[in-house]
Nanobody
């Protein structure tokens, strides 16, 4: 059973930056895709960014140009660099994975993922 553990959340002012990490344990396959999702109070969980094991990425329009997703295969770690943060980015951020799995474009829909972390809170103040 794959386990995902997020870290790096916190409170920042608008315009600031944060770096989220997700460590995946018990990963036995080289083909996978992983993503970051977020859920604000009273709203549905939404896809933010995703990446396939061989490199292709996908971003929600709301974060394009501000967020960057990457992965360190040697450390089984998924990274989300968040810059120019806005108050509307405030949410619980979740890491998710489909292992094994592959698609030419990593999906941002929740039903494409099997494993989920517990989440890390990001709060952006104006």
């Amino acid at each position: 059973q794959v386990q995902l553990v997020e870290s790096g959340g916190g409170s920042v002012q608008a315009g600031g930056s944060l770096r989220l990490s997700c460590v995946a344990s018990r990963v036995r396959y080289h083909n996978y895709y992983m993503g970051w999702f977020r859920q604000a109070p009273g709203k549905e969980r939404e896809g933010v960014a995703a990446i396939v094991s061989d490199g292709p990425t996908n971003y929600a329009d709301s974060v394009k140009g501000r967020f960057t997703i990457s992965h360190d295969n040697a450390k089984n770690t998924l990274i989300l660099e968040m810059n120019s943060l806005k108050p509307e980015d405030t949410a619980m951020y979740y890491c998710a994975a489909r292992i094994p799995g592959w698609l030419p474009v990593p999906p941002l829909s929740l039903d494409k993922y099997d494993y989920w972390g517990q989440g890390t809170q990001v709060t952006v103040s104006s």
